[in-house]
T-cell receptor, first 112, second 113 residues
């Protein structure tokens, strides 16, 4: 069936560098996308979201880019900090359905 | 703090047993979602309730059931537990229950021995 997936299961970056986490989706009808951060022992925490009528959305140190042509979503984190170390999930809402469909997650490790 | 409260935080039980997980949504949120998180399956949607009524069903086993009460808190019942049911169970809530931003609780870690 259709699913959301991630290109890289783990990502290691140096403190201060920019991080890019990628996500591929296969449901062209999806109209809403969202990124979550999950720290060890905690529930997923909202980072940023974007609707399909947008290509880019910026938050505090984070940017989400949506490329509908190739069904690709990315999360950019500027000046990555040790506190950014976590697992990052992308999720999609296929055509205004009721539930979010989550990808398997990318582990981000920030080294000093 | 997301405002979503889940209890208990940890649960250890034996195969064949039945457990109940509890969730209180954020104040004002009418919809509650249950997700299961295991190492090999990621976050899997189980079931959703909106204002007391079941709205959507995902990959929920027949041994599992849930309900949402008039005060909007929800319970997830897991019965005839198997080793493979060991996982983190998350509750999330949202205002409208139409797949918008979800606010997650801290989860219940279930260990079936």
């Amino acid at each position: 069936g259709e699913s959301v997936g991630l290109h890289l299961p783990t990502l290691s970056v140096q403190e201060g560098d920019n991080s890019i986490i990628n996500c591929a989706y296969s449901n062209s009808a999806s109209d809403y996308f969202i990124w979550y951060k999950q720290e060890s022992g905690k529930g997923p925490q909202f980072i940023i979201d974007i609707r399909s009528n947008m290509d880019k959305r910026q938050g505090q140190r984070v940017t989400v880019l949506l490329n509908k042509t190739v069904k690709h979503l990315s999360l950019q984190i500027a000046a990555t900090q040790p506190g950014d170390s976590a697992v990052y999930f992308c999720a999609e809402n296929p055509n205004s359905g009721y539930a979010l469909n989550f990808g398997k997650g990318t582990s981000l490790l920030v080294t000093p | 703090d997301s405002g979503v409260t889940q209890t208990p935080k940890h649960l250890i039980t034996a195969t064949g047993q039945r457990v109940t997980l509890r969730c209180s949504p954020r104040s004002g949120d009418l919809s509650v979602y249950w997700y299961q998180q295991s190492l090999d399956q990621g976050l899997q949607f189980l079931i959703q309730y909106y204002n007391g009524e079941e709205r959507a069903k995902g990959n929920i086993l027949e041994r599992f059931s849930a309900q949402q009460f008039p005060d909007l808190h929800s319970e997830l019942n897991l019965s005839s537990l198997e080793l493979g049911d060991s996982a983190l169970y998350f509750c999330a809530s949202s205002v409208e229950g139409r797949g918008e931003k979800l606010f997650f609780g801290s989860g219940t870690q279930l260990s079936v021995l």
